[in-house]
């Protein structure tokens, strides 16, 4: 099979991964509203645990995470760790622009540490303990998850781990700060919400 063959599958297959609607599915099966007009307006787990509860928000997290994970099974599959890493790309974007709900979405987080479980899982496990150090710290979901985004790519460059991984951690952890761009306005302004802070306690800015 021809390469731009295997490249277009592994980015249209790891794309319709990352936009099944996790969230939205379960905002509407669970508690009956569009999580597109409540909080926030993101479909991830965040707006979830705020509009929802922890239930919820833990069910989203895990299926989230898995898309990230059968992404990477995907790349693995078309046989290349570059296939992976377009995979593993698609499915970042799929989740935070979604063609099922109007190219919209989460902020792909939970996904991408679903990819970089089943990428480099000590990659994922010291890019999570970055962002409990932030949680520790802030209390401030996003900006722990900014933290995670510059980390990942530099462990992953500090354990040697392939080129394309790097290259995936690299390019994913740029998009997951461009889609935050909201929250870096809102913690800019002192006004992004805290965890257990309900999105109605704090001044509401352009939902993102």
């Given at each position: ?31 009956g ?52 890493a ?21 902020k ?17 496990l ?43 951690a ?33 001044p ?5």
């Open positions: 099979m021809p390469a731009w063959l295997l490249a277009f599958l592994a980015a249209l297959g790891g794309y319709l991964l990352g936009s099944i609607p996790t969230g939205y599915w379960v905002g509407r099966w669970w508690g509203i569009d999580l597109r007009q409540a909080g926030s307006g993101s479909t991830g787990a965040t707006n979830v645990l705020r509009t929802l509860g922890k239930g919820p928000a833990l069910l989203v997290l895990l299926v989230d995470a898995a898309k990230g994970a059968a992404a990477v099974a995907l790349g693995l599959a078309l046989g290349s760790p570059w296939w992976v377009v995979a593993a790309l698609g499915a970042v974007v799929g989740h935070s622009r979604s063609c099922w709900l109007g190219f919209k979405g989460g792909s987080v939970a996904t991408s540490l679903g990819i970089l479980l089943a990428m480099a899982w000590p990659v994922a010291a890019t999570f303990g970055v962002w409990l150090l932030g949680i520790a710290l802030t209390r401030i979901v996003s900006f722990s998850s900014l933290l995670a985004a510059v980390a990942a790519p530099l462990l992953m460059w500090a354990t040697a781990q392939p080129l394309p991984y790097r290259v995936f690299l390019a994913g952890g740029i998009y997951v700060i461009g889609a935050h761009r909201r929250n870096i306005e809102r913690l800019l302004a002192g006004s992004e919400p805290r965890l257990g802070q309900k999105w109605a306690q704090s509401q800015f352009p939902t993102s």
